[in-house]
Each structure stands twice: as structure tokens, then as C-alpha cells.
């Protein structure tokens, strides 16, 4: 099998002589990282992914630790404020804890197709009042009849996003 890009067998060396760590990875340049061997890059991505759990556990054990400390003040001067939601301030010994509790709304579809009806009816313009907006899911368009499908291709575009890469060994 013909490989489009260099063999890098050779180990790399890192500090100390030993095998580079994933800390080692800001001192090198991406022409180095890329070249390192295949085994290397496995397990240096597997590093990778455990020090982001790390973290994030790490990350949501201190923000649940912010949220014991300063929730209830936070939610008593929300509702001395008159809200439900939104940005408040709270002072803890000299130190402004920002505190927001975003709104999610949620519209339901079926009511909201209905009053478009309603208006649209009443000699209106819904999407004076509604933002309107089609979607077809890809795997829906994948499964209708071809007749179906090329009636809708001029209206479907499609791009990619970021690509990914996974590397694991042989056996898995």
C-alpha cells in the first residue's frame, strides 16, 4: 500500500531524552508533531483526550464548588431584582461574583404553524410576526424517491465542517 506521507519510525525524543509528552507539544512545531511515528501521535492523542476529561471534571467540581457558595445568595438578590433570570452582582469580601442564569424559550412548533395560519388567513404576513424557516433532515432526504429528491436539489447545498481524525490501533 503506497503511503502518502514520510515513515517515521525512528522515535522523536523529547525532554530529558525521553518520548515526548502532550506538555511537550507547545515547544514543537506542527512539522515536527506531524512527523512524529504513528504510535507516537496514538498515544499522545490518547493523552490528549484523558487530560480533557481531567479537566472538565475538574472544571464542573469547581463550578458546582461556585454554585454551593453563591447560589442562593445570587438567587435571593435575583429576586430582589424582580427577575427569573438574567445578570446579577454580588460582592463576597471585596471580590464581584457575576452571576447569570440565561433564559431558554422554547416555541412550540405545531401552535406556532397555527397562528401563521391564522394570519396568513386574516390577510397578514406571518413573517411579520414570525421568523419561518424549512428544514429538511439529510437522512429524510436520503430516503425519499429520486423523482422526490431532484425535485429538491436546487434548494440543497452542502458543505463540510472541521475534519477530524482518530487514530487507534489495528486490533480495536
Known sequence: MAMPFP???APTEGRDGNMPKFDDLDRRSIGEIADMPPA?????????????????????????????RYGSATEAERSAQ????????????GVVV????????????DRLAAM???????????TQYLEIAYRVPERRFGAWPDA?????????SET????????ETRDR
Open 7 to 9: 515513515s517515521t519510525d
Open 116 to 126: 401563521a395560519t391564522r394570519i396568513r388567513e386574516a390577510g397578514d404576513d406571518p
Open 82 to 93: 424582580g427577575k427569573t433570570s438574567g445578570t446579577v452582582r454580588i460582592e463576597d469580601a
Open 40 to 68: 507516537l501521535l496514538l498515544a499522545l492523542q490518547e493523552e490528549a483526550a484523558a487530560e480533557t476529561a481531567r479537566v472538565k471534571r475538574l472544571k464542573d467540581r469547581f463550578e458546582a464548588a461556585l454554585a454551593q
Open 98 to 109: 457575576i452571576a447569570d442564569l440565561p433564559k431558554k424559550v422554547t416555541w412550540d412548533q
Open 148 to 156: 422526490m429528491r431532484e425535485g429538491f436539489a436546487a434548494a440543497r
Open 160 to 167: 463540510t465542517g472541521k475534519p477530524v481524525f482518530r487514530l
